[in-house]
């Protein structure tokens, strides 16, 4: 997903919440609820689009190149104040020590 769709999603939420809300005023909590679910998941598929996309650069980088062997990608959820966070980092080789690392997971 990308920024563009995380974004397009979030004002459909938004309307969808004021739509509810404009047919049923006395629901305030109601409304709050969804424009705040609403902002915690784009805040959390924001986050996770961040994370892959520094994982990419991690392995362009070309130091990486000369340590670590790519194994392969994996899935991962990080469970945040804005909601569960997923994204995809790289799981690799270290050439020197023989040791199995996810280079973004140390930096996060």
């Known amino acids: 997903m990308n920024i563009v769709t995380l974004l397009q999603a979030f004002v459909d939420e938004l309307f969808e919440a004021r739509d509810c809300f404009y047919d049923s005023p006395d629901k305030l909590a109601q409304f709050e609820q ?25 392995m362009d980088n070309l130091r990486r190149k000369e340590r670590f062997i ?23 080789r270290d050439r020197e020590t023989g040791e199995y690392r996810c280079p973004l997971d140390e930096i996060i």
């Open 34 to 58: 969804m424009v705040a679910d609403a902002s915690h998941k784009t805040a959390a598929g924001f986050i996770g689009e961040v994370f892959s996309e520094m994982d990419d650069q991690l």
């Open 70 to 92: 790519i194994q392969r990608k994996r899935e991962r959820n990080l469970i945040s104040t804005v909601g569960d966070i997923h994204y995809e980092r790289t799981y690799c």
